[in-house]
């Protein structure tokens, strides 16, 4: 046992009255909510890369933590595994989710990674088993060490390629043998700088080749997990393949991988993009290929990727009404992919901001629940549609234009506008959140 949370215990539920910044006020895991646990409905977990591997640089200026498992041996990634699981336990989290890089050191050679990285699976699969803390999904970091920096599948060398191909199968393998429910891919360096130096058409041939592999190999071992990819539209590349869910759809479609591969999507990411969170999940689940998300938030006057815990209750019940819309996270859930500010120096700080996006998600769940029970949103939409569900409007879809033109002729139809009622709705949203 490590003391670098000594003093914490494990956080416990103390309800909405409760002013201790280590308490839940609304997470309750075994609480019923529409008749499930609500941790099987959150599916919360703790990223290993934010919480235990990033040291609080900016672009100005390096570390500002002070871990004492921050090193490149193997001693201090067996640290930090002991102190990531004292942290999973003291939250009550039932996953995590990390890449190969963030919980062992590169070695000299990726045989030598890799034994590294196997090295700690290890030590995570005996903390598993003892604490019942599973693995939401793994995912290889593609875009850290400088080969990466002209991209991982989309580089205009083929050995980096093979290279890529050769680490992902040991993250999925490792994945698989966790017992994971899902594994990630996200394109980090998958987009280009400039077109002057890029050749998108064959970039984009490269992408769908390498995901196709990923998923012929997930079916040779027979891992049962979902492949997602991750949407984001830029950051680091400035011009990111993976742009948003429609245009990884898209992609999807193209290479025929629609109902193999679904998305994880975040929040930031979503509004880098142009879009809501909610917009993204709904497409998502529209398009049937809702998968998983990464729950965090972006400063929105930065205009950056900036990954602070959620805090908009709002935002997230919104969110989260469109996946109980979309019937709930099968292996999805929510992954915090958020870190602390840089100048939250202490252990205390780590816990407490898991605990406030922890308890922001549970209150989300109970307010999207109240939404769905009380039926207004539901009830509006199915009023607001209801033209569509009569037998002359079916038959419509099943005709052609010059049968509709005829038919508006004769019938002389000149349809009157109706209100779209978006402020009732908006201050209908208000009584729940
Ligand atoms: C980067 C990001 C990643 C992925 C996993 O913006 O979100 O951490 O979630 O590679
Ligand atoms: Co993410």
Redo the contacts with the bound molecule.
């Keep these: 046992m490590s003391d670098f949370f000594a003093g914490i215990d494990k956080v416990p539920f103390k309800g909405p009255e409760s002013d201790d910044p280590l308490a839940f006020r609304f997470y309750e895991p075994d609480r019923l909510v529409l008749g499930k646990r609500m941790e099987d409905h959150l599916r919360m977990a703790v990223c290993y890369w934010h919480s235990f591997a990033w040291p609080g640089g900016d672009p100005f200026g390096g570390q500002t933590f002070q871990r004492p498992w921050f090193g490149d041996t193997m001693e201090h990634a067996r640290l930090k595994a002991e102190v990531a699981f004292e942290m999973f336990e003291r939250l009550r989290v039932p996953f995590f989710t990390f890449h190969d890089r963030d919980i062992a050191p590169e070695g000299a050679s990726l045989a030598e990674s890799n034994a590294n990285v196997r090295a700690i699976a290890e030590i995570f699969a005996e903390k598993m088993a003892a604490t019942g803390v599973g693995l939401l999904w793994g995912t290889a970091n593609l875009f850290s060490n400088r080969r990466f920096m002209a991209g991982a599948a989309t580089n205009p060398d083929p050995e980096v390629f093979a290279y890529a191909a050769a680490q992902v199968k040991c993250a999925l393998d490792v994945t698989h043998e966790l017992g994971g429910a899902n594994y990630v891919l996200?394109g980090g360096r998958e987009g280009y700088e400039t077109l002057l130096n890029t050749d998108m058409k064959r970039e984009l041939e490269q992408a769908g080749r390498f995901l196709s592999m990923v998923v012929e190999y997930k079916n040779r071992i027979g891992f049962p997990g979902t492949i997602l990819i991750?949407p984001k539209p830029q950051e680091p590349t400035k011009h990111q393949y993976d742009y948003d869910v429609a245009t990884v759809f898209g992609f999807l479609q193209r290479f025929g991988l629609e109902g193999e591969v679904k998305v994880?999507i975040?929040t930031g990411?979503s509004v880098l993009a142009g879009h809501s969170f909610e917009h993204e999940i709904a497409t998502a689940v529209a398009l049937g290929v809702f998968g998983s998300v990464?729950a965090n938030r972006n400063d929105y006057q930065s205009g950056w990727d900036t990954d602070q815990f959620p805090n908009n209750v709002p935002e997230v019940a919104l969110a989260i009404y469109h996946i109980l819309k979309g019937g709930g996270f099968t292996t999805g859930g929510f992954n915090f992919?958020a870190k602390l500010r840089r100048q939250s120096l202490d252990p205390v700080d780590l816990i407490g901001a898991h605990v406030g996006g922890m308890d922001v998600c549970a209150r989300g769940l109970l307010a999207a629940a109240a939404m769905i029970e009380d039926g207004g949103l539901e009830a509006a939409l199915a009023e607001r549609y209801a033209g569509w569900e009569t037998p002359g409007a079916r038959a419509m879809l099943e005709s052609d234009l010059a049968a509709i033109a005829e038919r508006v002729e004769r019938e002389r139809i000149d349809p009157e506008p109706r209100s779209g009622r978006q402020e009732r709705l908006e201050n209908w949203i208000n009584r729940f959140v």
């Design positions: 996200w991750e994880n975040e990411h990464d992919d």
